[in-house]
């Protein structure tokens, strides 16, 4: 498996170990389809992390669940592909 590949897999499957916000994902030029697979991971881990916290267990700072981060992560890459009226 090339570098690259590796690199892509990586960044899909752990993006909070590639970038310092979900927003960053959107903005990542090497990721094009995927950026909604690695905002999906997060996605998921943000949950996990939450219905931990929920469940009492304590959450180191930098493992923050930043849903609300994700959430609006993918609605920017959802934005640029609706139609804009023409002036």
Known sequence: MAQNDKLKIEKIEQP?????????????ETLTKEKK?????WEQD????L???NE??????RLDHR????????EELVAPQ???PSD
């Open 16 to 28: 909070e170990n590639h970038y310092k916000s979900p927003a960053q994902v959107t903005k990542d």
């Open 37 to 41: 697979s690695a905002l999906k991971t």
């Open 46 to 49: 943000a949950r996990q992390l």
């Open 51 to 53: 219905v931990a916290s």
């Open 56 to 61: 009492g267990m304590a959450m180191p700072e």
């Open 67 to 74: 849903l609300g981060e994700v959430n609006r992560a993918k």
């Open 82 to 84: 609706k139609h804009k």
